[in-house]
């Protein structure tokens, strides 16, 4: 039976949102939601200096894109996508410099640790439960096909 710290990781992920809200101290952590707060402030000023434009995100998997979805709710943007657009699509209408310095940022920081984790999971169910060796398929040189 696989035991996953679900505990530790949430606490990492925790931290990086304080890091990213500005929290440095647990007391700051405490205060995470008027940082939070703060973030949707500026939000709102760089709507006057630095207009929302329409971004097209591209996800490498389900997981990221959750991720991603969330964490542009958590901050009143509305994610979508286009009719047919590929399901690890996401639209959103944001502010530029809000991408380059905090939403980005942050995600990719979160989306590592989630991956990381994830992966050994993934790689601990494996070992455990189907074979003890994961690892990858050994290179060979390529066979000429007659013909």
């Given amino acids: ?5 679900f505990a530790k990781l949430i606490e990492k992920l925790k931290l990086i949102d304080a890091l ?7 007391g700051e952590r405490s205060a ?19 207009p929302p434009i329409e971004y097209q995100f591209t996800l490498q998997n389900m997981w990221s894109r959750k991720l991603f979805v969330a964490l542009l709710r958590r901050y009143d943007i509305k ?23 905090t939403l980005w940022p942050e995600f990719v920081e979160l989306d590592k640790e ?25 290179e060979v040189k390529a066979i000429a096909h007659p013909g």
């Fill in 32 to 50: 995470a939601e008027n940082a939070r707060q703060r973030i949707k402030e500026k939000l709102e000023q760089y709507k006057e200096t630095d």
């Fill in 114 to 138: 989630l991956t990381t984790h994830l992966n050994d999971t993934a790689e601990r169910i494996i070992r455990e439960a189907v074979f003890g060796d994961s690892s990858e398929a050994e």
């Fill in 79 to 101: 994610p979508y996508r286009y009719y047919r657009q590929r399901y690890t699509t996401v639209m959103a209408k944001v502010s530029k410099t809000f991408v380059d310095k």
């Fill in 1 to 5: 039976m696989v035991m996953i710290d």
């Fill in 20 to 26: 990213y809200s500005g929290a440095t101290t647990p």
